[in-house]
């Protein structure tokens, strides 16, 4: 990796898991990275234990990627005090076993893994220029995944694997899709599966449902850390500092679904998320 000094960078879902060991590793070689965290009790918990041993530029805005003012504000705070994006991790995941809507009434896991990060990534555009790098944490998962559009908002015969694998397709589609329309700007576009990694984010935050599950599996799981290496790697690596449009594993190109890569459905994806965040 070379070094990131002068650089900005933004991480989403930056206060636990993966996203904590994103910013570490950015933070580590010398970017000014904003953590972009929904609570600010466990926002400011991150940031005072990622500064506890270690000097890091560090900055926590909060944002609620489920509420399409509190990322339109975000993007707001981030033009009036920094002007400029270098690197942009879109970390933050939600799954749920039950359907949840997002405040527009989108069903919580495409509105929040694919909507609220479209619109963040879109909003964040003008202000990336030639060589600034978008990196999108997808999954595996995707490969199981359809884009729902008679019923998007899965109202009828929602699961949470339906869910789920529709907004990691939605999120290679999208990487496929910005990558490009960008390919004349110099601005790369990529995603990754990181792997099988022990994260809190099937754990419910109010009841603390599915802890002791996670906590039983955690030994056949990787480690956050090691989870985040993909992500790291595709954000500052100058192996890939031209690469663009690609799904990454384990640091290195790897095969997608079928469905990833038609490129008509990536289109009618984008211009679906456009309305969205346009209505």
């Known amino acids: 990796m070379g070094r990131l000094d002068e650089k900005i960078a933004i991480v989403t879902g930056a206060n636990s898991g993966m996203g904590m060991e994103t910013t570490k590793a950015l ?6 990275v904003i953590m972009l965290c929904r609570s600010e009790r466990r926002g400011r918990e991150a940031l005072e234990k990622l500064l506890e041993k ?30 400029r994006v270098d690197i942009l991790v879109n970390n933050a995941g939600f799954i749920s076993l039950d359907r949840q809507e997002t405040k527009e009434g989108l069903e919580r896991q495409f509105g929040i893994n694919h909507i609220g990060h479209f619109l963040l990534t879109t909003e964040l555009l003008d202000m ?25 908002n899965l109202k009828h015969g929602y699961n949470v694997v339906r869910a789920y694998s529709q907004s990691k397709l939605a999120n290679v589609l999208f990487t496929k899709e910005l990558a490009r329309r960008l390919s004349d700007k110099g601005i790369t576009v990529n995603c990754c599966h990181p792997g099988a990694v022990a994260t809190n984010m099937g754990v419910d935050r ?22 985040a290496r993909t992500a790291v790697f595709l954000a500052v690596d100058e192996s890939v500092k031209d690469t663009t449009g ?6 290195k ?26 209505k």
């Open 27 to 32: 933070a580590d070689e010398g970017a000014t």
């Open 54 to 83: 270690k000097d890091r530029k560090l900055d926590l805005i909060l944002c609620d990627l489920g509420d399409f003012a509190s990322v339109r504000d975000f993007v707001r705070q981030i033009k009036e005090k920094y002007g």
């Open 128 to 152: 990336m220029k030639k060589g600034a790098r978008i990196v999108v944490v997808a999954s595996g998962a995707h490969k199981a995944g359809n884009i729902h559009f008679d019923d998007i």
């Open 206 to 227: 109010d009841t603390g449902f599915g802890k002791t599950i996670t906590g039983l599996l955690k030994p056949f799981f990787l480690t956050p850390e090691k989870g």
């Open 246 to 251: 690609e799904y990454f594993y384990k640091c």
């Open 253 to 278: 190109p790897a095969g997608s679904s079928k469905r990833s890569k038609d490129m008509e459905l990536a289109r009618k994806l984008f211009e679906l998320s456009e309305h969205i965040v346009n």
